[in-house]
Each structure stands twice: as C-alpha cells, then as structure tokens.
C-alpha cells in the first residue's frame, strides 16, 4: 500500500508530528495526535513539506495578490462562469 500525501507548508507541524516528545506539550490535538502518530508508523500517511507559495489551497483560506491568485485558479483548472463567452 503507497502512503498518502498530507501536504503541508508548516515545517513546525511536520516536526511535531515525527516528534513524540514534543507532542505532550500540544495536549489541544490530543486525539488527532494518535491517530496521525499511528497511521505515520503504519506507513499510510507521509507528510512532505510544500512552500507556501505552492499551496493551492491558500486562495481558499487567505488573501494572496492577483499575479498568485491566477496562477492557483490556473493550476487548479478552476473557470470563470460569470465571464462573457
């Protein structure tokens, strides 16, 4: 079985995840932490780092500029239905 990717642009939230020490300092994810933790060491999930800049979901959550803004739209194959035809 290939692992899934969970991308991610937080290289602080990678670091907790492969660190057990750290996670008793984060008692508010305590049940993701054992899931997360357990489906790492069963090699079902990989979490690779993303720069920011490549995270397409941004234009979802965050206000990023035009020039980013169109080139995510882009990427994600996303249309226009309100432009003229």
Known sequence: MKAMN????NKVAIMIVHNPIQHDRMKHVEVDRFFIRENIDKGCISFPFVKSEDQ???????????RIFNDMIDKLDMIDIYAPS
């Not at 397409?56 to 035009?66: N, S, Y």
């Open 6 to 9: 969970l991308h991610c642009d």
């Open 56 to 66: 397409l979901t941004d234009i979802l959550t965050k206000g990023v500029c035009g």
